[in-house]
C-alpha cells in the first residue's frame, strides 16, 4: 500500500537524521536556562523528529530515479566540504554559534531527495529550514536583547505596583522599597530563550495541524501573547509579595518554580483551544478506499534506503570530534572588556604558556596588547616570542594586518579541542620568521572574550613536525586537509609549526 511505502521512507529519513545529529544533540543543554538564552535549541533539535513523524500528512512516493540519488549524493559531498571548510576557518567558534547544527540542513535535504525526489524536497523542506535555528546564530540579534526585555520588564512591574499605590522607585531593573530593600528584575527573570523555545515547538504542531497559515500564525503569536502575560503575572507577584512580606518569602515560594508551570500550561492551553483558529488534525484521504499496486523498481528503493543510512553514518562520523571541542554560549560575547578584565586577560594569557614553559616572561603592553618571551640565551634562534590580546568579539586567530601580504607556506591545523592553529613563513625586513597564531575563549563570570596568540621565532631555529591523525584524530585531520587544498594552502609541512603554539592552542579552551 502507498502509505506503508511512504511510512517506510519517513522510518528511514528519521533514523538518518538521528544518526547525523545524535552527537550534536548529546553535547546540547537538555535544560532551557534562564541565565543562557541560546539553549532554546535543544527545543529545535528535539521537535525536529516530531516534524518528521507528522511529514506522513505528505502526499509522497518513494524514489526510483537514479538521478536523484546522484544528485542527492552531490548535495551531501558539497556539506562535507563546506563542513570541514568552515569548521577548520571558524575554529572554535564553530561549535560555540552551534554551526554543525545549521549545516545539517544540507544533509537533510540530501536524504530527502534521496528517499522522496526533488518533488518530495518540494514537500519536505521546512524540515530542513526548521533545523537552521538549532543554530543560534540565526536569532543571535534577538537573543542579545536579553537586556533590553528585562528592563521593560522591569518598568511594566514598576508601574503595576504604583498604580496600586506601592511605594517604590525604579533605578534601571531595580524597584527599591521605602524601607530601603529592593528587587531586581534582571535578564533571568524575563528570558527571551524561554519564548522562542515556545516558538519553536508550536511551529511543528502548527505544520501538523490543518487550516490556513494566518490562522496558523495567529495561533502561535497567540501562544507567545499568553506565555508574555503569564511571565508579566509571575514577576508581578513575585514583586507585590517582596513589597509586603520580603525578598526571602516572595523567591523561596512561587519564584523557584512558577517558570517551568506557566511555560507548560502556556503549551497545553494553546492545544486545548486549536480548534478556535480552525486548526484541524489530519483525518486522513477519506476519498474512498483503493489499493495501489506494489511500487515498482524495488530494487532501486532498496538503493536510496542504503544509500542514505551510509551517508548518515559518514555524517556521524564527521561530527564525533564535536564531543571534544571547546564551547562558549555565543551570548556571553559581544561585552566590553573594562581596565580589570585587561589585567586578568593579560595574565590569564601568559598562565596558559606557563602552565607548559616556565621560562616565559613578560615584557610589556603598548595598550592594545602584551608582549611576552620564552627565551634561550645561548641560541637568540630558539627564543620564541608572543604577543596576545583580547577582544568581546569571537576570533578565529589573526595575523597583524601589516603582515598579510609577506606570509607565505600557510598552513592550518584543527586540534582536538576544536582550536585552529594556523601557521606560516613571515618576512619581515632582512628576517624570516616561523609565525603561529591562534584564538581561545576565555570566560570571566557571564562575560567571555577572545584571546588571541601570535608565535613567533626566527626560521632556523627547531620547530616542531606537522601534527598527523594520531595526534590530532582522523576526522579533524581531515578537514584540516580540506581546508588547506580549498584555501590554497600548499605551504611546507616541515619547517612552521611552533612546539610551543602547539602545546598553548592544544591544551586551551572552556
Not at 546540547?28 to 516534524?51: E, G, R
Not at 522599597?177 to 523555545?197: D, K, M, N, R
Not at 548518515?312 to 556571553?332: E, I, K, M, Q
Not at 594569557?349 to 620564552?374: E, H, K, P, R
Amino acid at each position: 500500500m502507498k502509505m506503508a511505502e511512504k511510512f517506510f521512507g519517513i522510518i528511514v529519513l528519521f533514523v538518518a537524521v538521528l544518526m547525523s545529529t545524535i552527537v550534536i544533540i548529546s553535547k546540547a543543554n537538555f535544560s532551557i536556562l534562564d541565565t543562557d538564552p541560546s539553549t532554546y535549541v535543544i527545543v529545535v533539535m528535539l521537535m525536529a523528529f516530531a516534524l518528521i513523524v507528522f511529514s506522513i500528512k505528505e502526499r509522497l512516493k518513494l524514489n526510483k530515479n537514479r538521478n536523484d540519488f546522484i544528485l542527492g549524493a552531490i548535495i551531501f559531498i558539497a556539506y562535507i566540504l563546506l563542513l570541514s571548510y568552515v569548521r577548520v576557518a571558524m575554529s572554535f567558534a564553530f561549535s560555540s554559534f552551534g554551526i554543525d547544527a545549521l549545516l545539517i540542513s544540507l544533509p537533510i535535504i540530501s536524504f530527502v531527495i534521496i528517499l522522496f525526489g526533488r518533488d518530495g524536497a518540494k514537500k519536505l523542506w521546512p524540515i530542513a529550514m526548521y533545523y537552521m535555528f538549532a543554530s543560534p546564530l540565526l536569532l543571535m540579534p534577538l537573543l542579545l536583547q536579553n537586556g533590553s526585555f528585562a528592563r521593560i520588564n522591569a518598568e511594566f512591574v514598576y508601574y503595576s505596583l504604583k498604580a496600586l499605590g506601592v511605594p517604590v522607585s525604579l533605578n534601571g531593573i531595580t524597584i527599591a522599597s521605602q524601607a530601603s530593600t529592593s528587587i531586581s528584575i534582571a535578564s533571568t527573570c524575563a528570558p527571551l530563550g524561554t519564548f522562542v523555545a515556545l516558538i519553536m515547538f508550536l511551529l511543528p504542531v502548527a505544520y501538523l495541524y490543518n487550516g490556513r497559515r494566518s490562522r496558523k500564525a495567529l495561533w502561535i503569536t497567540s501562544g507567545v501573547a499568553l506565555m508574555l502575560l503569564f511571565n508579566f503575572i509571575r514577576m508581578f507577584g513575585i514583586a507585590y509579595a517582596w513589597s509586603y512580606y520580603g525578598i526571602n518569602q516572595a523567591i523561596s515560594t512561587f519564584h523557584i518554580f512558577a517558570g517551568q508551570i506557566l511555560f507548560y500550561a502556556a503549551i497545553i492551553i494553546m492545544l486545548l483551544i486549536t480548534g478556535r483558529y480552525g486548526l484541524k488534525i489530519p483525518t486522513g484521504d477519506r476519498r474512498g478506499k483503493r489499493k495501489v499496486p506494489a511500487i515498482k523498481g524495488v530494487r532501486d528503493v532498496g538503493y536510496g534506503f542504503a544509500i542514505v543510512l551510509v551517508l548518515a553514518f559518514v555524517a556521524f562520523v564527521f561530527s564525533v570530534p564535536y564531543l571534544r571541542a571547546s564551547y562558549t554560549s555565543p551570548t556571553l560575547f559581544y561585552s566590553n572588556i573594562s581596565q580589570n578584565q585587561n589585567i586578568f586577560l593579560y595574565k590569564e594569557a601568559g598562565n596558559l604558556v606557563a602552565q607548559n614553559y616556565n621560562s616565559i616572561i613578560g615584557i610589556g603592553s603598548n595598550g592594545t596588547s602584551y608582549a611576552y618571551a620564552i627565551v634561550n640565551l645561548t641560541d637568540q634562534n630558539e627564543s620564541t616570542y608572543i604577543i596576545a590580546s583580547a577582544t568581546g568579539i569571537p576570533i578565529f586567530g589573526k595575523l597583524p594586518a601589516s603582515a598579510m601580504a609577506a606570509s607565505y607556506n600557510k598552513r592550518s591545523y584543527l586540534l582536538q579541542n576544536g582550536v585552529s592553529l594556523r601557521a606560516a613563513d613571515l618576512v619581515s625586513g632582512n628576517y624570516t620568521f616561523v609565525i603561529n597564531y591562534f584564538a581561545v575563549p576565555v570566560e570571566i563570570g557571564n562575560n567571555a572574550f577572545s584571546l588571541n596568540y601570535e608565535f613567533f621565532k626566527l626560521l632556523g631555529g627547531q620547530t616542531c613536525t606537522q601534527p598527523g591523525y594520531v595526534q590530532i584524530g582522523i576526522v579533524n585531520y581531515i578537514e584540516s586537509e580540506i581546508y588547506n587544498i580549498l584555501s590554497g594552502q600548499f605551504g611546507s609541512s616541515s619547517n612552521n609549526l611552533i612546539c610551543q603554539a602547539y602545546v598553548t592552542a592544544a591544551s586551551s579552551g572552556v
